[in-house]
């Protein structure tokens, strides 16, 4: 079945370091959203990509859709504390319900 | 508006015993779906529901069962508990079937002993 991983695990930065999470899936993706999950919350949508090769911002944030639609990327600009939290990456095969990555937690030193 | 509702916010039952768990979606919204998440990682999908009719369904046991009612709510049941089934539930609305942004709930903690 479809998989979808995500790296890091974990990631620690101090505050206005730039952070990365990248998603990878074993199937290609028909879409793919992320989701922003803070400790003892629950999951925050926070954009979905459908096209090949797209990329969207959102303030510090910006993601991407690979070519062949089967991995996509979230990079933060000058993290700050509010961005802790773990990222979830879901992707959904044709026809099929989305699956979670397992996440990326990230840390922010003050 | 109010967001998605869930009921009870936590739980501990017994293993075998029977549990139901509730979720009121967003007022509009006709999907509801269903995920375990287990400390540590990412939601697992286990049902989605769309106009009272089952339209995904996971790889879960048959312990696992679910419905959803006219005013689009929904009800989550799982029979015979197991130990590993203590994880947080949660329960997404979206408007439509497909390709719409999920809106969780705070989940159900359930601890079974």
């Known amino acids: 079945g479809q998989q979808v991983m995500q790296i890091p695990q974990y990631q620690h930065v101090q505050e206005g370091e730039d952070f990365t999470t990248y998603c990878n899936s074993s199937?290609?993706?028909?879409?793919i959203q992320w989701y922003k999950q803070r400790p003892g919350g629950h999951p925050v949508f926070l954009i979905q990509l459908v096209k090949s090769g797209e990329v969207k911002k959102q303030k510090r944030l910006t993601f991407q859709f690979g070519e062949a639609k089967k991995n996509s990327s979230l990079h933060i600009t000058a993290t700050q504390t509010t961005d802790v939290g773990t990222y979830f990456c879901?992707?959904?095969?044709?026809?099929?319900?989305?699956?979670f990555g397992p996440g990326t937690r990230l840390s922010v030193l003050p | 508006d109010a967001g998605v509702t869930q009921s009870p916010t936590h739980l501990i039952k017994t293993r075998g015993q029977h549990v139901t768990l509730r979720c009121s979606p967003i007022?509009?919204?006709?999907?509801v779906s269903w995920y375990q998440q287990v400390l540590g990682q990412g939601p697992q999908f286990i049902f989605q529901?769309?106009?009272?009719?089952?339209?995904g369904r996971g790889n879960f046991p048959d312990r696992f069962s679910a419905r959803q009612f006219p005013n689009y709510s929904s009800e989550l049941n799982v029979n015979a508990l197991l130990l590993g089934d203590s994880a947080l539930y949660l329960c997404a609305s979206s408007f439509e079937l497909k390709d719409y942004e999920q809106y969780f709930g705070p989940g159900t903690r359930l601890t079974v002993t």
């Open positions: 007022s509009g919204h006709k999907s």
């Open positions: 199937t290609t993706l028909s879409n």
């Open positions: 879901a992707g959904r095969d044709y026809g099929q319900n989305f699956v």
């Open positions: 529901y769309y106009e009272k009719e089952e339209r």
